[in-house]
């Protein structure tokens, strides 16, 4: 309604481009299998997905387009990843429910985990990796049989609390994926660092003789701890390298 109200071409909600109930470009970010991927996917953080509504949004101006957010900050980031112009007007949900339909909305959320995307099943149905629960149709529809639909879906994870990954934790995965080769004597230090959620991690450890040399050695563990931090913390991994201090003869 509100998109009508403003005569909008696109709305951006969760890292989808939409357009008339249709999904015509990004990726939902209650598709991501963790919190932290679905955090960055919708604030278009990831190249190739920032790439995509780029490259549609740039082919189909001028246009007019509303982004929903959690913040007024959400918003603003998401403007300056896809390169648009500082928002014109921000429209509270206050403004917009009543008290009784936010608590209502929340009582949704947090209590059956569910939550809406204003796309129609179809569409999501092959944007998304969780559970489709249902659907709803708007009070208006336009002769677009899309437009106006709903679908609740129910995310892989909770999208409510605080996330905080210390660096702490990243080497305790990097030191457990690493420990397991039995060609490593000795982890001896992991340094790591992040730059805008970009980890490049620094492992050093002593090594016996085996089966790999030491530089088939040295890339196994690369791929193996670059895997597991991107799988178990959803960041991006720079470099992984590898050094090794000594050579242990029994």
Not at 20 to 32: D, L, P, Q, T, Y
Not at 71 to 90: D, G, H, N, V, Y
Not at 188 to 210: F, K, L, Q, W, Y
Not at 212 to 239: C, E, H, K, P, W
């Amino acid at each position: 309604m509100i998109a009508r109200e403003n005569d909008v071409d696109f709305m951006i909600d969760d890292g989808l481009l939409i357009s008339k109930g249709r999904i015509v470009a990004g990726k939902s970010a209650k598709a991501e299998k963790n919190l932290v991927r679905a955090i960055r996917r919708a604030l278009f953080q990831f190249p190739d997905h920032r790439s995509a509504v780029l490259d549609y949004l740039s082919a189909h101006e001028p246009f007019k387009i509303m982004i929903i957010a959690t913040s007024a900050s959400m918003a603003e980031k998401i403007t300056r990843a896809l390169e648009l112009p500082a928002p014109e007007l921000f429209i509270d949900i206050t403004e917009v429910a009543s008290p009784e339909e936010i608590i209502n909305a929340r009582r949704e959320r947090h209590e059956k985990k569910q939550h809406v995307i204003p796309v129609s099943r179809t569409q999501v149905r092959k944007n998304f990796a969780g559970k489709l629960v249902g659907h709803l149709w708007g009070l208006f529809r336009s002769s677009d049989r899309d437009d106006g639909e709903r679908t609740i879906v129910h995310p892989p994870f909770s999208f409510f609390g605080t996330l905080t990954i210390d660096s702490s934790a990243i080497e305790d995965v990097a030191r457990h994926v690493v420990s397991l080769s039995p060609q490593i004597a000795e982890v001896r230090n992991i340094r790591v660092r992040s730059d805008d959620d970009v980890i490049t991690m620094e492992i050093t450890v002593n090594v016996a003789p085996g089966k790999l040399n030491f530089r088939q050695l040295g890339r196994m563990q690369q791929r193996r701890v670059a895997s597991a931090v991107r799988y178990f913390t959803g960041m991006d991994i720079a470099s992984v390298d590898i050094r090794i201090s000594e050579v242990l003869l029994s």
